[in-house]
């Protein structure tokens, strides 16, 4: 990579290039904590689906594999987004702890 090129790093709902100056704290806490709520969410979506799928195989063996694997596919989504929540989570107790260090201050 040249030295003129920028490194971006993607994620899952933003972009976030490298060399950005760090946000205000009270905005990288409500940025943290709306993403914390949508990966929360995602595991509760994720993890019904995949109890609606084991539901599906029992009472649909004909076509039980392809439920089954519907199942392992949600309850792996489960648990990313249960690690995103996990990571989301410290990230806005970093983001707090900088709001109070920076209000305690002035």
Not at 49 to 78: F, G, S, W
């Amino acid at each position: 990579m040249s030295d003129g090129e920028e490194k971006h790093h993607h994620h899952i709902f933003h972009r976030h290039k490298e060399d950005e100056e760090p946000k205000d704290p009270e905005q990288e806490l409500k940025h943290h904590k709306v993403l914390g709520h949508i990966s929360k969410a995602t595991v509760v979506a994720a993890g019904a689906y995949a109890l609606h799928e084991k539901h599906q195989a029992k009472k649909d063996p004909e076509n039980a594999h392809r439920h089954k694997t519907a199942e392992e596919i949600a309850a792996t989504v489960a648990v990313g987004a249960t690690g995103f929540a996990l990571h989301e989570h410290h990230k806005k107790k970093e983001a707090k702890e900088r709001l109070k260090e920076e209000s305690s201050h002035h």
